[in-house]
């Protein structure tokens, strides 16, 4: 799978990307991710790639020129491929979101800036406008890489365990997983459930389906 990036700062990638889960994934050829600097398809030798909102208002919006430029070149249509802007005013990311782009060929990441790309992006040239919360945050960098770590980890062979994406939050429509425990038994007098090493594995079964759907109530109500 490929995952490809257009970002104004390429530089914030190398961390996250170069670490753990996502970082085994690469040295196994599972994904090849790539950055590409948007300044590459700039309108200038200055590097222009932003402008002002027409009607007035704050701030600076990128221009439709270098991103459709960019997709065209980077977008291989023999691929089946998506085109995915980010952006504070876009849908909901999801798990079932995560688990379609993981059977992708191709995913294309826009990431947004400054006050957002200029419309015609959204409407003419992305597949998804995504939102990763109901909060805004400087640009479409850091959410790039929450969706990036969340399609990569559902590729098969990049975890150890294949059941390792069956059992966990949100895999299940509108159900956070159940809680778990491990070593010591007892810590600072708080104890691990008694049904938990019973070793009776239907009534630890019984246990998990009904503290799922009681963290859910609790945790995130609006799932239910």
């Known amino acids: 799978m490929k995952i490809e990036i257009v970002t104004l700062f390429p530089e914030m990638f190398v961390g996250p990307f170069g670490e753990s889960i996502v970082k085994r994934a690469l ?40 991103i459709f430029a960019a997709i065209e070149e980077i977008r291989d249509n023999k691929l089946k491929s998506k085109v995915v802007l980010l952006d504070a005013g876009g849908e909901s990311y999801n798990q079932k979101r995560a688990m379609d782009y993981s059977k992708l060929d191709q995913l294309i990441l826009i990431c947004g800036h400054y006050e957002g790309v ?22 479409g960098e850091i959410p790039a890489m929450l969706v990036a770590d969340s399609v990569v980890r559902l590729i098969p062979g990049v975890l150890e365990k294949e059941d390792a994406t069956v059992i966990e939050s949100f895999t299940k429509k509108g159900l956070l997983e159940y809680p778990q425990y491990t070593r010591p038994e007892v810590y600072q007098d708080y104890k691990v459930p008694e049904v938990l090493l019973s070793g009776n594995h239907a009534k630890i079964d019984s246990w998990r389906k009904e503290s799922s759907i009681k963290r859910t109530m609790t945790n995130r109500p609006d799932l239910t």
Request: hydrophobic fraction near 35%; proline fraction near 5%; charged fraction near 30%.
């Open 118 to 139: 200029d419309y015609r992006v959204h409407k003419h040239l992305a597949d998804d406008v995504i939102s990763v919360g109901d909060f805004v945050v400087t640009g």
């Open 27 to 66: 040295v196994k050829n599972l994904v090849q991710i790539t950055t590409f600097d948007l300044r590459k398809w700039a309108l200038d030798k200055r590097g222009t790639v932003d402008d002002r909102p027409y009607g007035g208002g704050t701030g600076m919006l990128l221009r439709p020129e270098p």
